[in-house]
C-alpha cells in the first residue's frame, strides 16, 4: 500500500531527490534489514538509525579476526584489538574535529556521556549556590542527572524557556547566566521539533561568566558536521546508534585540561595506575573514564560508521536531510488536520518533523500506519517539559537518514489521509 503511494508521487520525488547529491534508493540498497524487508518505510531514525553492511562487517571482522581484551594482552591477538579500539577512538577524534584521541571517552551512548559529566565533573566543579542552566527542550537524559546533581550538591537549576514555535527564547539569556552559573548544557538539535540551536550565542553567554558549555550532540552528529573547536563548547555527547553505528557505543569529547581535572566516575579495572587494598591512583584520561572491559567491537564499528557517512559526504548528508524536512513541512503543512510542532521554516530545523493530527492521537496514528509499513514514533520523545510547554501531550515524529528519499514523505502523508479516514476525521 505505502509502495503504491510512493509510486503515485513519483513526479514530486524525482524533482526533490534531485536537490540533493544523495541517491536514496541506491543508499538504501547498503542497509541490510531495507534490502530485507522492501515493504518498510523506515522513519525513525532520530530513535536509532538503520546499519549499513560495512558496520555490520566490522562487526563480524572484529569478532571473527580480532577478538581479546585491550590493553592487557602480551600477545599479538591482544596486542592488535587494542590497537583496533584506540584507531577507533583516534577515527571519532578526527569525526568531530577534536585536537588529540585522549580527548574522546567512549561511553555506551549519550546519556552515559551526560551522566559521566554530572557524575564526575559536577561534584568536583559544583556546590550549594552554584547554577547549572539547562533549556525547556531537552532530553530527559539531559535534564535527569542534573537533578541526581542538585539533590548531592545543593546546586540549581536555571531553565531556559522555549517560544511556542519551539525554539530558545534567548531574550533572557543574559539575566540568567550570572556569576552562580558553572555550565550550561544544552541539546545541539531536538529531538522533538527538530530545532537547531544556535550554539555561539550560548557559548558568547557561557564564556561572559567564565562557566562551560555541554553540546548534546545526539541529534547532530548524524546529519551534519559537527566540530568541536568551531562550536567552542567544553563537552560534547553523542550516541553511536543514531549515527548509523551500534547500539551501546557512544562518547563523550572534553577539553584534554578539564579531562586532566576530571576525578573518576566508576571504579574498576583499566581505570587504575596503582592500586592497594585500601587505595587507588587514577590512570590519565581518557581511561581514567573507561572503567571494566569496553565494548571494544561496537566502538570499531562506530569507527566504520564514521567512514560510511564520510563517504557520502557530511555536507551532501546534511543538503539531503535539510530537503526532506524542507518536503515534509511543505508536505504537511497542506495535509488537512495536520499541525507541525516545532519551527516552520525548514533552516531552523534538522532531521526530523513532528506533528499532530485532529481527531486521532498520535499513537493510534502511529499503529494504523505501522499497517502501511510506516514506522514513525509518537509519544513525548523523552521531552516531556518540552511537550507540556506547547500544550501535547503527544506527537507523532517522522524522522529521516540518508536513506530516506521524498517518496517516504509522500506515503507519510498518504497514510494520514487513510488514517483521518479511519477516524472519520
Ligand atoms: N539526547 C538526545 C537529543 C536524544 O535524541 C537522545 C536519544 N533519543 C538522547 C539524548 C539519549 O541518547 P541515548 O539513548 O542513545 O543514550
Given at each position: 500500500m505505502a509502495q503504491a503511494a510512493s509510486a503515485s508521487a513519483s513526479v514530486a520525488t524525482t524533482v526533490a531527490d534531485a536537490a540533493t547529491d544523495l541517491d536514496p534508493a541506491a543508499i538504501r540498497r547498503d542497509f541490510p534489514l531495507l534490502v530485507a524487508h522492501p515493504e518498510l518505510i523506515y522513519l525513525d531514525s532520530a530513535a536509532t538509525a538503520q546499519k549499513p553492511?560495512?558496520?555490520?562487517?566490522?562487526?563480524?571482522?572484529?569478532y571473527t579476526h580480532h577478538n581479546a581484551n585491550v590493553h592487557r594482552g602480551a600477545y599479538t591477538l591482544a596486542a592488535d584489538a587494542t590497537l583496533a579500539y584506540e584507531a577507533a577512538r583516534g577515527r571519532i577524534a578526527r569525526f568531530v574535529g577534536a585536537?588529540?584521541?585522549a580527548e574522546v571517552v567512549f561511553t555506551r551512548g549519550t546519556t552515559e556521556a551526560l551522566?559521566?559529566?554530572a557524575g564526575a565533573w559536577g561534584p568536583a566543579n559544583v556546590s550549594a549556590g552554584d547554577t547549572i542552566v539547562?533549556?525547556?527542550m531537552e532530553h530527559h537524559s539531559n535534564l535527569v542527572p542534573w537533578h541526581l546533581l542538585a539533590a548531592r550538591t545543593g546546586c540549581r537549576l536555571r531553565v531556559v524557556p522555549i517560544t511556542p514555535d519551539g525554539?530558545?527564547?534567548?531574550?533572557?539569556?543574559?539575566?540568567?547566566?550570572?556569576e552562580t552559573v558553572k555550565l550550561i548544557s544544552v541539546v545541539h538539535i531536538s529531538n522533538a521539533v527538530g530545532t537547531v540551536n544556535p550554539v555561539a550565542d550560548i557559548v558568547a553567554a557561557a564564556r561572559r561568566v567564565g562557566a562551560k558549555v555541554l553540546l548534546d550532540a545526539a541529534q547532530s552528529v548524524p546529519h551534519r558536521k559537527v566540530d568541536v573547536a568551531a562550536l567552542g563548547v567544553d563537552f560534547l555527547a553523542a550516541s553511536g546508534h543514531k549515527m548509523l553505528g551500534p547500539m551501546g557505543i557512544g562518547f563523550l569529547w572534553a577539553r584534554a585540561s578539564i579531562l586532566a581535572d576530571m576525578p573518576p566516575w566508576q571504579g574498576g579495572g583499566e581505570m587504575i595506575r596503582r592500586v592497594t587494598p585500601t587505595?587507588?591512583?587514577?590512570?590519565?584520561?581518557?581511561?581514567?573514564f573507561e572503567a571494566g572491559t569496553p565494548?571494544?567491537?561496537?566502538?570499531?564499528?562506530l569507527a566504520a560508521a564514521a567512514d560510511y557517512l564520510d563517504r557520502l559526504g557530511l555536507d551532501a548528508c546534511a543538503a539531503h536531510d535539510a530537503s526532506l524536512v524542507a518536503y515534509a513541512l511543505e508536505r504537511l503543512g497542506d495535509a488537512p488536520g495536520v499541525r507541525i510542532a516545532g519551527p516552520l521554516d525548514a533552516p531552523s530545523r534538522c532531521g526530523s518533523v513532528a506533528f499532530t493530527v485532529d481527531g486521532v492521537h498520535a499513537h493510534d496514528l502511529a499503529t494504523l500506519l505501522d499497517g502501511d509499513g510506516l514506522c514513525v514514533r509518537a509519544g513525548h520523545h523523552c521531552t516531556m517539559p518540552l511537550h507540556t510547554r506547547l500544550g501535547l501531550a503527544a506527537t507523532a515524529r517522522a524522522s529521516f537518514q540518508v536513506y530516506n528519499?521524498?517518496?517516504?514523505?509522500?506515503?507519510?502523508?498518504a497514510g494520514i489521509a487513510r488514517a483521518r479516514g479511519v477516524f472519520g476525521v
Open positions: 553492511q560495512a558496520v555490520l562487517d566490522a562487526l563480524l571482522d572484529f585536537r588529540d584521541a551522566n559521566l559529566v539547562v533549556t525547556e525554539r530558545l527564547d534567548l531574550d533572557g539569556l543574559d539575566a540568567l547566566v550570572d587505595d587507588s591512583t587514577y590512570a590519565d584520561p581518557p581511561q581514567r565494548s571494544v567491537a561496537d566502538a570499531v564499528a528519499g521524498t517518496a517516504d514523505i509522500d506515503a507519510l502523508v
